[in-house]
């Protein structure tokens, strides 16, 4: 089967710092616009940024890039970060009666909220993505804008 031809909806380049985690998840929001993948979109936008922040490259000074783009079905977002010797993210058992839950849930939660999520590079750079549905239609916010052409 060929691959579902994607469309960029927008792509831009952060900082490696902890505080650039919130704009990355402005910048998602405001490329979705109002729609049901929003919040969750959002949401698993800030774990993979944070990931790029604290486990690659990306945080001793260096970037991560976040692209959206959308298909007939479903909504992907990316983040692209500088790599680590740390090698392929993974997702983590929790223990969920653990009095004091530890660090390493960001994988777990994308994995629990996004209908397919996968990765690929290596120690000298990684895409980390995620795949929510999506019709391509969204309610414009309440400025009237959104990236994304209407359905």
Known sequence: MPPTPLTLLARRR?????????HA???????VGECATTESA?????????????H????????????????????????????????APRVRLIDLDAEQ?????????????????????DASGRIVWFELPYDGRAMAGADGLSLRRRA
């Open 101 to 121: 839950l530890p660090g390493g849930r960001g994988l777990a939660i994308v994995e629990l909220c996004a209908a397919r999520w996968g990765q690929s590079g």
């Open 42 to 54: 959002v949401l698993l936008t800030s774990e993979l940024a944070g990931n790029a922040v604290r």
């Open 56 to 87: 690659t490259e990306s945080g001793n000074g260096g970037s991560f890039e976040v692209s959206v783009y959308c298909a007939a079905s479903f909504l992907r977002v990316e983040v692209t970060d500088e790599g680590t010797l740390l090698g």
């Open 25 to 31: 998840r402005s910048f998602v929001a405001l490329a």
């Open 14 to 22: 952060f900082a490696g710092l902890p505080e650039q985690v919130r």
